[in-house]
């Protein structure tokens, strides 16, 4: 309960905010933008008071003094307008996102029921989406309670912890309060999720023509996934395929199906074996919202800040109020989702510029970018350029997946992105055959994201580059939606349109819906019930800043469950990180194999306790010889804790 009146306090002060700051939106609009800035603040605010002590329940609390500063501020800021009332055009954005934006949010919070540690006969299952990243979200969310920030890898001691962690330290709030991990996760997924479908189909209603065109605008980003489906079911009366080789045309008729449905990653919108089809344009909803969770919090601010631009731009609003706290948004995304801060940047930095071409007033501008900086560069600074200095970061390939390791083109490059996007795409290029400058200036921005994501690579693993791409998808989903609208429309009189409507809609929309069918029904046990007994003895029975010395594999109970550092991770995640980590799993693996000759290698790594345990004896290790040396703590269901004697 406490929880709960602490969550309902920041998204009250949040549309506390934006009720003085920016009265003359529509009252819809307002609750959106206020709920949004309530989420930015609980992930930030305790976060600063955790720079400075614990990260705790206290800092909790203490965050809502500077919550109460910032809406006295707003107050004695507020806008002399009156506050818009709820209005018929108020009354049509509400029941559109009932259509819409309300039936994904439901299936975003089934979702992220059945995704994130859904209780099983005692052990905790996932699903297909979730199944590579959670750990590591769960892994940074219990670790940061009672540390100071910043925090070191909790899988990587001694290094800074510069991955975007906010979204997860939204969880540890939540923790210290009293939640449930799984509840912890689960109802501020739920909340972003709700943000995010809500958010872009009111950004399309201002920026599209005409309110059919938003909900088609909304379909096209969210039930992404272009023509790979017309792989699946070709020939589909032989078998092609088999497990693990060809495996999409494994089957005849309802055993495709039947693949597509139950088989890890054979859904033809994300591949597992890409390099066959080279199917990579994931369904946003199932490959990024639902498992990257960083990519959710990014959207989630990403998309107020994306229609303060737009609706400034619009209507001509030179609002300070407006633009500050636009920077105040763009300013502090880097901690929470980089990708989205550099998307942002480059598409508003090109807006400026056109605008400053038009002689336009630039103050607004100015006011936006200069407060954005002011926020961002510490982070920048402090975290971002840290990590993104390491090996791996910021290197030329053009072509984004489609030129793996530089080897050359594996498709044509347009026909790469049409059967990956689809016939959407077609209506972006037609679009621009249209007399419609605001289009044009909406593709300008697009543009300028996409053409570095497709010469450079900003991380270690090429597909990351997607982070940038569906922002710009996001533009461009307008005027394509715009001008499907408009030829649906031209259609008018000819017999045959509803039928056409049809074709097109399964022929836009069907993978996208097999990818999230699949994800609805996926299942996977990762945590086992004597991972969780384990993880519980762990909490219950260490002290919070202990280390254990373990296997590196990603699923891993002491780290994500009890939030205790471990020597160090998998390279599935540290790799991408940009970090090196083969001294440290050379070590364990010496230490694990023959622990009486390489007895200093727990001292050396600070480890204060010794986990045997399936994986560890998948290095070597056995109880015989670890039972000569150290002290048993716990043993139980196949996993024994051992202590490390000080000195």
């Given at each position: 309960m406490t929880g709960v009146l602490f969550l309902f306090i920041?998204?009250?002060?949040?549309?506390?905010?934006?009720?003085?700051?920016?009265?003359?939106?529509?009252?819809?609009?307002?609750?959106?933008?206020?709920?949004?800035?309530?989420?930015?603040?609980?992930?930030?605010?305790?976060?600063?008071?955790?720079?400075?002590?614990?990260?705790?329940a206290?800092?909790?609390?203490?965050?809502?003094?500077?919550?109460?500063?910032?809406?006295?501020?707003?107050?004695?800021?507020?806008?002399?307008?009156?506050?818009?009332?709820?209005s018929e055009g108020d009354r049509r954005t509400l029941r559109l996102l009932v259509l819409f934006a309300l039936p994904m949010s439901l299936l975003g919070a089934y979702l992220q029921y059945t995704h994130v540690l859904r209780p099983v006969e005692g052990a905790l299952h996932v699903g297909q989406a979730t199944y590579g990243d959670l750990p590591l979200h769960l892994g940074i969310a219990t670790s940061?309670?009672?540390?100071?920030?910043?925090?070191?890898?909790?899988?990587?001691?001694?290094?800074?912890?510069?991955?975007?962690?906010?979204?997860?330290?939204?969880?540890?709030?939540?923790?210290?309060?009293?939640?449930?991990?799984?509840?912890?996760?689960?109802?501020?997924g739920s909340i972003l999720m709700t943000l995010v479908f809500s958010g872009y189909l009111i950004l399309a209603l201002r920026a599209c023509a005409s309110r059919r065109a938003a909900a088609l605008a909304f379909l096209f980003v969210f039930l992404n996934g272009g023509l790979g489906f017309l792989y699946a079911f070709d020939m589909a009366g032989v078998s092609l395929g088999s497990a693990g080789q060809n495996q999409l045309q494994q089957g005849a008729w309802i055993e495709r199906l039947q693949n597509i449905i139950t088989g890890w990653y054979q859904t033809p919108a994300n591949h597992a074996e890409f390099t066959t089809y080279n199917l990579r344009w994931s369904n946003i909803i199932a490959d990024m919202l639902l498992p990257q969770r960083t990519f959710l919090a990014g959207w989630a601010v990403l998309l107020p800040a994306l229609y303060l631009v737009i609706d400034g731009m619009k209507d001509g609003d030179a609002s300070l109020r407006r633009w500050a706290l636009l920077g105040v948004l763009a300013g502090g995304l880097p901690l929470i989702h980089?990708?989205?801060?550099?998307?942002?940047?480059?598409?508003?930095?090109?807006?400026?510029?056109?605008?400053?071409?038009?002689?336009?007033?630039?103050?607004p501008w100015l006011?936006?970018?200069?407060?954005?900086?002011?926020l961002a560069l510490p982070q920048l600074i402090a975290f971002t350029f840290r990590q993104s200095g390491q090996e791996g970061f910021l290197r030329l390939h053009f072509n984004w997946v489609n030129n793996l390791n530089g080897?050359?083109?594996?498709?044509?490059?347009?026909?790469?992105?049409?059967?990956?996007?689809?016939?959407?795409?077609?209506?972006?290029?037609?679009?621009?055959?249209?007399?419609?400058?605001?289009?044009?200036?909406?593709?300008?921005?697009?543009?300028?994201?996409?053409?570095?994501?497709?010469?450079?690579?900003?991380?270690?693993?090429?597909?990351?580059?997607?982070?940038?791409?569906?922002?710009?998808?996001?533009?461009?989903?307008?005027?394509?939606a715009d001008y499907g609208v408009l030829s649906f429309n031209r259609l008018k009189g000819v017999p045959a349109r509803p039928l056409m409507a049809a074709l097109a809609a399964v022929l836009m929309f069907l993978t996208g819906t097999l990818a999230l069918i699949r994800e609805a029904?996926?299942?996977?046990?990762?945590?086992s019930p004597e991972d969780v007994a384990l993880a519980q003895y762990v909490e219950d029975n260490t002290p919070k800043n202990s280390r254990v010395m373990t296997g590196f594999q990603h699923i891993n109970p002491v780290a994500s469950l009890a939030g205790r550092e471990i020597v160090v991770g998998p390279d599935l995640w540290l790799y991408y990180h940009g970090f090196d980590t083969q001294a440290r799993q050379q070590a364990l693996r010496a230490f694990y194999a023959d622990p009486t000759n390489n007895r200093d290698v727990p001292a050396r790594y600070g480890a204060d306790y010794v986990l045997l345990g399936p994986q560890e004896r998948l290095l070597g290790g056995s109880k015989p010889a670890l039972d000569g040396l150290y002290e048993a703590v716990y043993d139980q269901a196949g996993y024994t804790l051992y202590r490390v004697p000080e000195g």
């Amino acid at each position: 309960m406490t929880g709960v009146l602490f969550l309902f306090i920041y998204l009250a002060a949040g549309v506390f905010i934006i009720r003085f700051l920016l009265p003359r939106q529509g009252f819809i609009t307002r609750v959106w933008l206020g709920l949004s800035l309530g989420m930015f603040l609980l992930m930030w605010l305790p976060a600063l008071v955790a720079f400075l002590r614990p990260f705790d329940a206290a800092s909790q609390w203490l965050s809502l003094l500077i919550l109460g500063a910032l809406s006295g501020a707003a107050w004695l800021a507020r806008s002399k307008a009156d506050a818009a009332r709820f209005s018929e055009g108020d009354r049509r954005t509400l029941r559109l996102l009932v259509l819409f934006a309300l039936p994904m949010s439901l299936l975003g919070a089934y979702l992220q029921y059945t995704h994130v540690l859904r209780p099983v006969e005692g052990a905790l299952h996932v699903g297909q989406a979730t199944y590579g990243d959670l750990p590591l979200h769960l892994g940074i969310a219990t670790s940061l309670q009672g540390r100071t920030l910043p925090a070191d890898y909790s899988i990587l001691p001694g290094t800074l912890l510069a991955y975007p962690f906010l979204v997860d330290s939204l969880a540890t709030s939540f923790l210290t309060l009293g939640w449930s991990l799984r509840h912890a996760m689960i109802v501020p997924g739920s909340i972003l999720m709700t943000l995010v479908f809500s958010g872009y189909l009111i950004l399309a209603l201002r920026a599209c023509a005409s309110r059919r065109a938003a909900a088609l605008a909304f379909l096209f980003v969210f039930l992404n996934g272009g023509l790979g489906f017309l792989y699946a079911f070709d020939m589909a009366g032989v078998s092609l395929g088999s497990a693990g080789q060809n495996q999409l045309q494994q089957g005849a008729w309802i055993e495709r199906l039947q693949n597509i449905i139950t088989g890890w990653y054979q859904t033809p919108a994300n591949h597992a074996e890409f390099t066959t089809y080279n199917l990579r344009w994931s369904n946003i909803i199932a490959d990024m919202l639902l498992p990257q969770r960083t990519f959710l919090a990014g959207w989630a601010v990403l998309l107020p800040a994306l229609y303060l631009v737009i609706d400034g731009m619009k209507d001509g609003d030179a609002s300070l109020r407006r633009w500050a706290l636009l920077g105040v948004l763009a300013g502090g995304l880097p901690l929470i989702h980089t990708h989205s801060f550099v998307a942002l940047a480059l598409c508003s930095a090109a807006w400026f510029l056109r605008n400053l071409f038009r002689k336009k007033p630039a103050k607004p501008w100015l006011v936006y970018g200069l407060t954005a900086a002011l926020l961002a560069l510490p982070q920048l600074i402090a975290f971002t350029f840290r990590q993104s200095g390491q090996e791996g970061f910021l290197r030329l390939h053009f072509n984004w997946v489609n030129n793996l390791n530089g080897a050359g083109l594996q498709d044509g490059y347009l026909w790469f992105y049409l059967k990956n996007i689809g016939l959407p795409l077609l209506l972006v290029i037609f679009s621009l055959f249209e007399k419609n400058p605001w289009h044009k200036q909406l593709l300008l921005g697009a543009l300028i994201i996409w053409l570095p994501a497709e010469i450079v690579l900003f991380q270690p693993n090429a597909y990351d580059n997607n982070k940038l791409l569906y922002v710009a998808w996001a533009l461009m989903a307008i005027p394509a939606a715009d001008y499907g609208v408009l030829s649906f429309n031209r259609l008018k009189g000819v017999p045959a349109r509803p039928l056409m409507a049809a074709l097109a809609a399964v022929l836009m929309f069907l993978t996208g819906t097999l990818a999230l069918i699949r994800e609805a029904v996926s299942d996977y046990s990762m945590f086992s019930p004597e991972d969780v007994a384990l993880a519980q003895y762990v909490e219950d029975n260490t002290p919070k800043n202990s280390r254990v010395m373990t296997g590196f594999q990603h699923i891993n109970p002491v780290a994500s469950l009890a939030g205790r550092e471990i020597v160090v991770g998998p390279d599935l995640w540290l790799y991408y990180h940009g970090f090196d980590t083969q001294a440290r799993q050379q070590a364990l693996r010496a230490f694990y194999a023959d622990p009486t000759n390489n007895r200093d290698v727990p001292a050396r790594y600070g480890a204060d306790y010794v986990l045997l345990g399936p994986q560890e004896r998948l290095l070597g290790g056995s109880k015989p010889a670890l039972d000569g040396l150290y002290e048993a703590v716990y043993d139980q269901a196949g996993y024994t804790l051992y202590r490390v004697p000080e000195g």
